[in-house]
């Protein structure tokens, strides 16, 4: 079974500029996660999607970030204008919905973040 | 809101047993997890622990949880260098499978 693909795993850019980072989550699983791991912390949830439909976005900074998944499949996460801040690893997850059992997030390698 | 709080940092000598404590607030949680971070690496699910569960174990590895306090720990006997990594605790809770992690511990693993 292939793992959560993420691209690009490494991005430096200027602050003020405009990034996007991809996701390909593993087949069938309806839930993908966006998550933000700055450097000595702990992964923060970003959004959340169930099928192609937002269930959590309540810490994402929407005058900056954007995210979408077009047909429930893939998801991209934008940063317009990107700040100082935002440097970090972007990690996606995905997992499939049960009603019973763990549910377990498998993540991707995720994308390492510089703005300088 | 929910939150997960863990101990930053613990050292432990080779053969000892490591023990990494976690403190959560939601009390929809319906599962916690341990996941393990190596540098440059992703995310790897160790272990978890169904909410109505007291304590899991799984080779090496040993999950207490009181749900009363809403205290969560993991226990790796015969502690190895090669356990060195980051531990993250997780809570997974709501209608929508709401995935939160602590900060992490770090442990270090010495001769």
């Known amino acids: 079974e292939a793992g959560v693909a993420q691209s690009p795993r490494y991005k430096i850019i200027e602050k003020r500029q405009s990034v996007a980072f991809w996701c390909n989550p593993i087949?069938?699983?309806?839930?993908l996660y966006w998550y933000q791991q700055i450097l000595g912390q702990g992964p923060k949830l970003l959004i959340q999607f169930q099928n192609n439909g937002v269930v959590d976005d309540s810490q994402l900074p929407k005058d900056r970030f954007s995210a979408e998944r077009l047909k429930g499949v893939d998801s991209t996460l934008k940063i317009q204008p990107a700040k100082l801040e935002d440097s970090a690893v972007y990690l996606c997850?995905?997992?499939?919905?049960?009603?019973?059992?763990?549910?377990?997030?498998?993540f991707g390698q995720g994308t390492r973040l510089t703005v300088v | 809101g929910e939150d997960v709080e863990q101990s930053l940092f613990l050292s432990v000598r080779e053969g000892d047993s490591s023990v990494i404590n976690c403190t959560y607030t939601?009390?929809?949680?319906?599962?916690l997890y341990w996941y393990k971070q190596e540098p440059g690496a992703g995310l790897q699910l160790l272990t978890y622990i169904f909410s109505n569960m007291d304590m899991k174990q799984d080779q090496r590895l040993t999950v207490l949880l009181n749900k009363k306090d809403k205290h969560l720990s993991l226990r790796i006997a015969d502690t190895q260098t090669g356990d060195s990594a980051i531990y993250f605790c997780a809570d997974l809770s709501g209608g929508y499978n709401k995935l939160i992690f602590g900060a992490g511990t770090r442990l270090a693993v010495h001769p």
């Open positions: 997850a995905s997992s499939y919905i049960r009603q019973v059992g763990p549910n377990e997030a498998f």
């Open positions: 087949s069938g699983h309806a839930t």
């Open positions: 939601d009390s929809s949680s319906t599962y």
